[in-house]
């Protein structure tokens, strides 16, 4: 389960890294990891269609596999070996100043919470448990995307719903992450991608927009925005 979650989380981080290398979208450190992570969990979202559209089954092996081969695609993609090297090589602009250590432990605790609630609790909203998460767990149960929620659940429930069909990058993410973790352990709901969306989006977010404004007022912003 530990070796799946650290593969997929690696995987979608490379990916993203070498889409976001590539197209030169950012220069600082933090925002490449921040915004890395945002692309590689947006573009592994079609993994799960390309493996059903293969005529594959919806596993570990082809899902994660394929998560896998397109993050190795994305690095041999880059143009040069300097581009490939880790982008944090020779870099001094790592440091954190010791005004940023107050906004630092009040996101810390933000994320520990949402972290906590994510992995420890179900899903509870109507939304979710008729909508994505229950497309994904149906799916991870019968190895295919075109499962009987459409056939069997849907006409019991009411024919016109179209809960399962909407948020399709949350059922996406569930499924790959139901499958890393193998429905067992502390992230058994397969939340944990959301708590990644939201460091990731967060990291990114200051990142940006310290290097534009003063570090004080780009923390204040992203603190008063996260409550």
Known sequence: MTVLLVLLIGAQFFL?????VRLQAVRTPYSVMGLSMLIGLGVSSFVPFIV?????????????????GLAGLSLLLLSSKKERLPFW??????????????????????LFISAW?????PNTTFDTIVG?????????????????????????????????FYAPFTAMQQIMYLLATEQTGVFAFGKLWLTLLVFSFGLFL?????????????GTLVTILAF
Request: some cysteine; charged content about 15%; aromatic content about 12%.
């Open 16 to 20: 993203g890294y070498g889409i976001a």
């Open 52 to 68: 059903q559209f293969a005529g594959l089954p919806i596993v570990a092996s082809t899902v994660i596999g394929g998560v896998v």
């Open 89 to 110: 090589a020779g870099r001094n602009d790592l440091a954190i100043s010791l005004y940023e250590i107050p906004f630092l432990i009040v996101w810390l605790y933000l």
């Open 117 to 121: 609630k994510c992995n420890w609790f």
């Open 132 to 164: 994505p998460d229950l497309l994904a767990r149906f799916a991870v149960q019968e190895h295919t995307l075109v499962s009987s929620v459409f056939t069997k659940h849907l006409p019991n429930v009411s024919v016109f719903s179209n809960q399962p």
């Open 206 to 218: 200051y990142a940006d927009m310290r290097e534009r404004i003063h570090p004080v007022l780009a």
